[in-house]
């Protein structure tokens, strides 16, 4: 209870001498997400841009239809934009597997192709996965022929695609303890120290890292401040439009036209 936290805080603030008690570490790997389909799109474009569904689906098809690049002329950035499927046709992979090696080097590409495989029930596969049609026309190649939304668009679908042939991130998980001398309160911290940045190079999901600085045994820290916190049961966030699509995808009602 309160009485019981605002003691505790009093005691902990008079402790002196706390010290890192113990590192513990584990090799943690990370693999890149699928490339996009509609629902994926809709979602990590509402999530980043606060773009609607419709406003999305609308930038991506003025992409599909193609943009003047000037001395290109007109050309289609990508492909069609209404799909369920995560498949990626075999000369585009080719061509981005080349690109990787050339650009990031040998040792950011995956040794093996990597194939990624639709779970949520039936599907149509009519159309590739949402990609570039040019991996060469990198987001900083086309940004003057578009506009800052259509910019946002292309380069969140160039980087996902990008990323699905990269090697995967590398971490030390780490469990970090913080004892006192008299061992009576212990502080633990879970966190990532980041060993191989792999396909996080180029695109970095969603959500924040916990990543931490590296720590030896022994080492003397400081308390700064002491926090109590009261928790309270709290009722499903409201939907946005990307969790609603993300919902209607997993209990299977609608199509990549109708989200």
């Avoid at 943690?28 to 994926?40: I, M």
């Avoid at 000037?70 to 209404?82: A, D, K, V």
């Avoid at 022994?218 to 969790?243: M, N, W, Y």
Wanted: one cysteine or more; proline letters at 4%; glycine letters at 6%.
């Amino acid at each position: 209870n309160e009485k019981d936290a605002a003691a505790l805080e009093k005691e902990i603030k008079s402790t002196k001498n706390f010290s890192v008690l113990s590192v513990e570490k584990k090799k943690k790997k990370e693999s890149p997400l699928p490339p996009f389909n509609t629902s994926n799109l809709q979602q990590e474009a509402s999530r980043s841009f606060g773009y609607t569904a419709e406003k999305i689906m609308r930038i991506a098809q003025a992409l599909y239809e193609g943009k003047d690049l000037g001395e290109e002329g007109p050309t289609g950035l990508i492909t069609y934009m209404r799909t369920d499927s995560f498949r990626i046709s075999e000369e585009a992979n080719n061509a981005l597997r080349d690109y990787i090696s050339v650009c990031f080097g040998k040792a950011y590409l995956e040794s093996k192709y990597r194939v990624f495989a639709n779970k949520k029930g039936k599907i149509q596969d009519a159309h590739e996965a949402i990609r570039p049609t040019n991996v060469k026309l990198t987001p900083e190649t086309v940004s003057k022929y578009l506009t800052k939304e259509e910019l946002n668009i292309y380069t969140i679908i160039w980087k996902r695609f990008v990323a699905t042939q990269m090697k995967d991130a590398v971490y030390d998980s780490t469990i970090l303890t913080v004892s006192d001398e008299k061992r009576k309160f212990e502080f633990r911290k879970t966190g990532s120290v980041l060993v191989f940045d792999g396909y996080r190079l180029v695109y970095k999901k969603n959500g924040k890292d916990e990543l931490i600085p590296e720590f030896q045994e022994g080492v003397p820290v400081s308390l700064d401040k002491v926090e109590i916190q009261q928790h309270f049961t709290k009722p499903p966030a409201r939907f946005s439009e990307g969790s609603l699509i993300k919902e209607l995808e997993e209990q299977g009602v609608g199509r990549p036209s109708t989200y």
